[in-house]
């Protein structure tokens, strides 16, 4: 049974286990600091396929077969599969999925989306609305480029604040608490905050803000400190948007996360080597070194508890057009080794 | 807790109560055969605002406020917000939203958000993970017309086969089991269906096999038959969607549906009068029809038993100029009167 605590924290009793967990990426992704983590590295980043949103089809179901496969499950014992992306009604995700008949949740939460469908696929497995859940999510360089900014034929400069939307997919099965498999221990969901940032290029500084209101929640609510945690992974704020987030929970609340604190846009890339700009981004960013770097080292021990706190920015092109600014979202997640 | 029942049905055995309830619809939806059921009809679809999405924002806000508040419930009350629309990147539910400061689940289930929206509340209030929480989903005729097809302005003909997209939203307070309130007793999440159909200006077509699997789904699983309820709603499946479903229904698994089969989308509009084609269809469509209609019939006791299934295409524009065929879902939701 679930059970709340504090304002905004929900506590998995059961404590839910990730029994099987990939990642699957394209060839840039391939040549950073992770590459010997991933399940799989395609060297082609449109998969074979015809379009580069058929080939974020694909990365995103290689990600769930594998992970599904790693727990020793099939799609049809899966009880629910949660998932999301950022192309325009989610097609990465229902394309992708569709071939494997699972009962389907679909979500939306821009680059918060790992965070979101692992915390509630841990939620309805806690409860027993669920036996077995799959959470996945996926993003392209190439798909995201042409709906968000510009066709890359155009050969557009980035800014430097700017962060590269990975290739990448991730997937977690949860089930039942298994021995030896890392546990889901709390979920906190977070509000949508919107400080008034409109620059799309500074996708950081929109979402850091949100992501201090979901740390600072989370902390509150289960009376813990940053030292109690081996780290504190947030999704993809890159290199602007890490620094804006340790000095708002500095200056504003007194918290200080900055010898926990890591974030999957700086895991992803070697910024120096890679021409990344600020970092990575894109739901597959931190699906994706969730679902391997953090997730061994979790399974292994060497991490003991983690808290992911993937953060999104819930604009598209035509709210940016109409002089709206960017509200985000934070969703954190407490991962804990196997015991 | 909630426990399942034969292959992909959830029985809620909190039986929690659905305590507020608002729709407010546009211009031609407030003078079809419903205009005297909804919260309040907007003679002006702009709303006062600036474009058709902040619009469309405006319509969800207020059907959540007026929900709210119906149920005594302020929105710092709430546990849990569940929301998502037609628009990419769901705006029409972030920023309608965002103003609340409620934690968010965002969710893309095309036009079958209401009940995929109301049945994961009533879930997470079923299993203790929220005390009080709002689903609610939006969809606008012009925001809609001009993402998916064609811009106003161009005066384009529409397809017999073709449905109008409902101005209207719609929203649920789902809290626990309260006398004299309509209840969820089941929820059924819908697997992703796809027969090939890719006309996109014939969604009924798309969406019927989806609305079929998951009807004969929710009836094996609970071992009942069509006769066991008043009424088996789809949410818009129009003309051609609610003769194909019957039919699929009917020859494929022997299931006569007929006689308690309705459809918001015939039931919204006046086919013969309002120039709407096959009928209504878009988020708000089934939103709007049963958080007015069908919940004051509940709450009153005139209807009994109505299993909600709303239906949606998880196509874009960028996959069906690409060639692919429509996938479709559709949720059920099992609503009672009040006991």
């Known amino acids: 049974m679930a059970e709340r605590l504090g304002k905004y924290t929900i506590i998995l009793n059961s404590h839910p286990s990730v029994t099987g967990f990939a990642a699957v990426v394209g060839k840039t992704e391939g040549e950073g600091p992770l590459k010997d983590e991933f399940d799989f590295v395609f060297e082609d980043d449109t998969l074979g396929e015809a379009s580069f949103e058929k080939a974020e089809s694909a990365l995103q179901k290689e990600a769930v077969t594998r992970a599904l496969s790693k727990a020793g499950k099939t799609p049809d014992e899966v009880d629910f599969s949660l998932a999301g992306d950022l192309l325009n009604q989610c097609i990465g995700s229902s394309f992708g999925l569709r071939s494997l008949n699972m009962p389907f949740i679909g979500l939306y939460g821009a680059c918060s989306t790992m965070a979101l469908s692992l915390g509630l696929a841990s939620m309805l497995v806690d409860c027993g609305a669920a036996r ?112 804006l987030l340790c000095e708002l929970l500095q200056k504003d609340r007194g918290i200080d996360i900055e010898s926990v604190h890591a974030d999957c846009g700086l895991l992803l890339y070697d910024a120096e080597k ?55 979202i934070a969703h954190a997640v407490l991962l804990s080794k196997p015991t």
């Open 132 to 243: 077995v859940t799959v959470a996945s999510t996926s993003s392209h360089f190439c798909s995201a480029e042409r709906q968000f900014r510009l066709p890359l034929e155009y050969g557009g400069q980035r800014t430097p604040t700017s962060q590269r939307t990975a290739t990448a997919a991730g997937a977690s099965v949860v089930e039942k608490k298994q021995s030896g498999k890392p546990t889901v221990d709390a979920v906190t969901i977070g509000r949508i905050t919107d400080l008034g940032i409109k620059d799309a290029n500074n996708m950081g500084a929109a979402m850091a803000p949100a992501a201090a209101n979901t740390i600072a929640d989370f902390l509150k609510d289960t009376s813990s400190s940053p030292s109690d945690f081996d780290m504190i992974l947030t999704g993809d704020l890159g290199k602007v948007g890490s620094r």
């Open 274 to 328: 890679q021409d990344v700009h600020a970092g990575g981004s894109g739901c597959g960013c931190g699906a994706s070194v969730l679902n391997s770097y953090i997730m061994r080292r979790l399974e292994s021990g060497e991490l003991s508890r983690v808290l992911f706190v993937a953060t999104g920015a819930l604009m598209s092109p035509t709210s940016s057009l109409q002089g709206e600014s960017i509200p985000s």
